[in-house]
């Protein structure tokens, strides 16, 4: 498959704006100067959207001081605490609007994402999903979603509710949203999908020497990984992007950098050939896809 890199379709994420994250991260948080560069040479690539959220430390406090005001932001609401009634929790999605607004330093969310989506199915469901289209209405937000770790969340939702954009986890191991058939389903009703963790926390481009231990029982399909490397004579970094940026009914693809050198690699690697990929890689199990089970399983 051939195509050439389309920075409109990237979204920049910035949670290292806000928190050293990442398992393969060893540049810690970036610092202010360095965002600034990042969001220069974004912006110079195309890159239009930025994504955030309330719970990735000061990210949105820094974003706010680089002056994003004519980008495209979206953000996650937290967990939603216990609240007592519908009138409550029409106040606090509120105020987590409006705290986003401030801190960003912009006149509207481009969109805004549930960090949580499982709340949908408490008594206060109904609630919360009304005051995510409030906000819609009152011009505080163009678009309302949800983020989710594994398609079976989806099946689990009320069908009255609907969304704008679903952000989901998608890499070379990990394509479930594809084989469930949910990505096609959401694009046939409008919704876009934005895959993210693309480098699965940075996991896929580091050496076998450098992954942790506990990664060690998935050798099967390390090795297979590897051997797609090199039969490819490809990069991780090439591998990952392209996959992401060509699946089909993907709408949006979520990178995050922690450089400028990062962001360049990012699109260059973008540019070129995407072999087909083996389907031997594929895998569900979520103590290898869910970073919030490593080394608790």
Known sequence: MNGNSDPDKIILGTVQFGLPYGISNTQGQVS?????????LARQAGIR????AIAYGDSETTLGILNVADWQ????????????GADHVAAWVEAQVKGSLTRLRVPVLHGLLLHRPAQLRTAEGAA?????????????????????YDPEELAQLPSEMTFDIVQAPLNVLDTRIVRSGWAARLAETGCELHARSIFLQ?????????RPAYFSRWDVIWRRWENWLVE???????????????????????IGVDSTAH???????????????????????????????????
Not at 129 to 146: E, N, P, S
């Open 202 to 210: 940075g996991l896929l481009l580091m050496s076998a020497s450098a």
């Open 232 to 254: 490819t004579d490809l990069s991780p970094l090439q591998l990952c992007v392209r996959h992401a940026l060509r699946t089909a009914d993907v709408k949006r693809v979520v």
């Open 128 to 148: 919360l999903y009304r005051a995510l289209r409030t906000q819609c209405d009152l011009g505080h937000v163009r678009k309302i979603g949800i983020s989710i």
């Open 263 to 297: 962001l360049e690699g990012i699109l260059s690697a973008a540019q070129g050939v995407l072999p087909a990929r083996p389907a031997s890689l594929d895998t569900d199990d979520p103590a290898l896809l869910n970073p919030a089970l490593w080394n608790r399983t």
């Open 49 to 52: 959207t930025l994504d955030t």
């Open 32 to 40: 202010r100067q360095q965002g600034a560069g990042i969001l220069a």
């Open 73 to 84: 932001i979206i953000t996650k609401l937290p967990e939603m605490p216990a609240l007592p």
